[in-house]
């Protein structure tokens, strides 16, 4: 089967993001990249291309340009990443989606709700798929904790605790990555909320099968002169019943990376930790806890079918964010088929709820952490 | 040095938390217990305390009795440990200071803040000793984590998250223990918020230093027909600007006694969980993370004082516990000789911080989870 | 139910096991230490003794002079716990085992071969009970292990992996408890394989059930000087087929007390470590792997038989020393009336097993690591 | 810079370690496979290789056609990756160095110590490359662990405890995959000793940078009718004066993949495994535990240079298999500018060292765990 052919607005020099997503077009071989507008500018974005192997004609100065050179070129691009800060995910996206290019793109959906309306509407009217990274939802373990919620194993949810912490925004040292993801015009409303919260929302309710209803959320911003907030305490009551906590800070000293989620119900409780992915606890009411492990005895099928390689192999980050890649190729092969093909990939539904999410937070915040809907 | 006479009020044949009072009051030898009103009626009362050793004699049908017939012997009890169910703890430990027998009595103080008002006013015109079991403040790693936050390792506190997890309430099948734990009238407001919420508060106060401001609490009874809460999510704001959460849950299946307590600074974190209570995470920031483990190399004076072993030889819950009782001890005697050894023991101050601690999450949740002062 | 009356030999001042031994004696309320011969010479035994509040004419200056006068008394100690190093235990325990007076002794039996024969001469004959401390197989889940193994969870063992790894002796500055330790007059043959591969041994052998055949060791002494072995490698094959290892070292840096233990059969494996001793893995061949928990689901009856508190309350070193102490005192009152309750207490015979493992091993060693019959 | 061309010996359909090549190969993007004989009929190999997109005159039926026809090809492969059972390693290694084209191989180096000999004769005479995937070498805190050693941080070492444990032969229902591992005929001399001792003994080795001078080796084979070891117990003298134990076992039940190292000096210890990769502790003596974390504060150059992604994304078996790949790339570049950059990437040296320890393994245990040199 021939690779699908790639380009990628965003995702140039020091990019963190971008490099990711170019291992996990790789990984399964899956994508050929062969156009980018890596960079702002067009100097940068030539020169970050050909440092990746692209032909020099198809480094772009800017998206607007790539997007109709790609559409003209009977060889053009099939999909497009768009890697870039949130307050260009949108503009970029139409530019794609209206010339029926299929968009991968990183989350959040867009730096303001006005941009998600608009980016909603032209993704209704294209027959171009857009699938948004919601990168955490490609572990085999978080695939199979949904999976036993699904069918009962866990009884009815009664609580969701969910956390998202780091540390590389404790003090104004940051770097490349923390000047936009700090600025309000080009991270959106969100600071730790947007860049973070929104994962953590996204993964309790993916597992759970559950939406937010309503969300008290107490936003703070520790570091002084930081323009967004750093730390969020959020509660939070699901549809029918069930009751939550979030708790979302990139000012927690010593924490890297740390994405947990912990699901009580009725008959059992599931717990998953990001930094040691291959682990999920189950721990059925009355009986001894069990360690489910990625590949091991135990796996589910829904689990095993992102899974490479045998159980204690360690699989991480890169594994399943491919695993969102390769979910979309098969997807845009399918609707290159005429079908459809988006199963559990994350698009402009789960981004438009991770934009609510933000927003409600923000709001309620404002409003001394008055219950806010979504 | 001779050994204090105690007696007991509570804690006969099946009761948890009297068991576990004997256990710390003999792990080092400073007492003797020679005197029991043990259960509710006199006959158990009897038997239990023959089964314990104390002579018939000393085996009362209540606090009352037992109160004036120790306070008229020349060998009376010194000090009277109260484990009984919340409401009674008032009326029985104003029976003994009254006729000066120090009290050592589990938390919460009371059931009802009536009562607690009524002890304190007790409590100040007695000159003896009221000490309250918040006995996890008796962990050495949390001594030595205060220590370290009172010194300055951290900085400026800037978030805690603190949580107290179990699930033996997960259905209506707890036993004699959850009988009264769910029943207003004998255990007070507070269902999992008084019975360890109140702990966690407790422990967050005790290691940090601060006190919280307000609160916002959403509380849930989960399990049908139970008449106290069972699960409480809570936002804090502490004095000073830190921020935090509680969450307390006696229905978080496959959680045994899962007291955890994170704190973060500007320039680093600490993290304690009681379930592995010889080990304590340090992160400062930027330097790679510390395990100090109890005995072992960076456990500091504070720690040391209240360990009996060297590093890699666990100590646990009634080692901790007990370290309430040794310091109670010392505060006894140290009263005997007309000086003060309080030290860091837990007394009226915490015991009402912790019932107003109840309070304000019961009248928060009943206005849906507004921010209310403690 | 009176307690038992109790002396000690050996214990004093700045002694790290005495200390622990009157620990484990307090904390079930059993005995009563009545009676002391604590130091090496009569006045510091005089002064530890009063510090530990024996009268004064029960603190004597030799154990000789105490068991005969204590054998004398009409309320004479019952019994008497050896703590002192290893070379007097014989001597000592002769003493009062042929005054009818029962023994608690400290491990290994003897410091050497000879007086270990002599010694097992002396308890045979004697109506006087011989306990031995090997404490670590007080651990509720240690007990838990036992039973899985017996009843045949594990299928037929086929490889046993036992380690015990410290550092206090990886440099020449481990104070008091050095010095004796590492001298070969007071400590015995064995340095690291004495002190402590004696207790892997001993805790292999006491799960298992299974005895150690041959075995094949290497021993070092890595620090300068040092006349002890402070390291130990050792192959095992025991009888009936199984294999294993044990390593014992006091040098290796960064272990406090890492004494672990994992067993393989042909349909499961567990594993246990005594620094987090409530938990025990359990691994059945095919399935999910199984946490067991002190007190939790899943815990057997002989685990909580010697359990205190519910799951998720941690208990230790102490509480599992205790429970030696709680069963010897069984057994002695149960030899008062003429019956047998030694049940699973380490005696003679583990004593005995245990002078041969490090005999062994010290014959092994100096034979390049020949096999060699315990 | 364009992509190496790449070929494949082995790894058709239900290969496991093929698929990881072919993973590690593609991750950094710096090969191109382009031809193969991947199974042992040419209609399975053109089934395979049309499966993974090559085209079909560059699948073969044979290695030895495939090294002849890609030679002759102007742009035929300039690499080729041999993932084949362990007896066919030196033949098919031999087709391709002779026509200059270089070599990624699997370990063992061979199956036997005679094929050894001769495929060390090749690849002394070619000029092209030969590169063995003891992929645990690439991971990045293994880097780092070297790097510390090197340094002094750990002082002169003097204990090696290295285990390698699995389970997945723990009877005889392994599959492919064991069909071949436990025929000596196609896996060779040692079974669990060349499988994965073989990686244990390298892995210690290149941390350490010490050699192992004689062992004494226990093997055994658990499960009746196996033809080799599947367990063996290895004492180790490395030169220098250094001890150690390893044990590699697949019949541990419970066991997944789990091969972890720990080394302790004068000054101070490391402790690491597999399952975990992106965790190293270091434990200097005396001082507290730290847990160096990849991509964390404290980690090394040498590690960050083979780290991809940010503290807290966790690597995993596939980036340190594809941080071999990569050196390999830059390896093969160098050498076709004729320059010299094998740097750490095992080779011919670790290959033959590895055929000596599982030689040494199987001589010693003949001889009932006599010393045996390497």
Known sequence: MAKIRLGMV?????????????????????????AGALSSTPEKSR???????????????????????????????????????????????????????????????TATMEQAEQLAKVIRESDALFILTHNYTGYPMIRQAREMVARGDLGAIRVVQVEYAQDWLADDTGGKQAEWRTDPARAGLGGSTGDIGSHAHNLACFVTGLDVDTLAADLQSFVPGRAVDDNAHVMLRFKGG??????????????????????????????????????????PFG??????????????????????????????????FANIYTE???????????????????GLDAGLAGMNFIAACARSSTEDAAWTAL
Chains 1, 2, 3, 4 share one sequence.
């Open 10 to 34: 965003g995702g140039g020099r020091d990019a963190f993001i971008g490099e990711v997503h170019r291992y996990a077009a790789r990984l399964d071989g899956e994508y050929d990249l062969v």
């Open 242 to 283: 069930a009751r939550g906590m979030l708790w979302c800070s990139q000012v927690a000293v010593g924490c890297e990376n740390a994405l947990t989620l912990r699901v009580y119900g009725e008959k059992g409780g599931l717990s998953w930790g990001q930094e040691e992915p291959n682990k999920l606890w189950f721990t």
């Open 47 to 109: 020169e970050s291309g050909l440092a990746l192997g692209l032909s020099e004609d198809r480094c772009y100065g800017s998206f607007e340009e790539m997007a109709e050179a790609e559409a003209a070129r009977p060889d053009g691009i099939e999909a497009v990443a768009i890697v870039t800060p949130n307050h260009v995910h949108g503009a970029a996206a139409e530019a794609f989606l209206k010339r029926g290019i299929h968009v991968i793109c990183d989350k959040p959906l």
């Open 287 to 320: 009986e001894p806890k069990r360690l489910l492990t990625r590949g091991g005895a135990g796996a589910l099928d829904v689990a095993n079918a992102v899974s490479r390689t045998p159980g204690g192999h360690p699989e991480g980050y890169l594994e399943a």
């Open 328 to 346: 979309a190729a098969a997807a845009i092969r399918a609707a290159q088929r005429g079908e459809d093909a988006m199963n559990l990939l994350p």
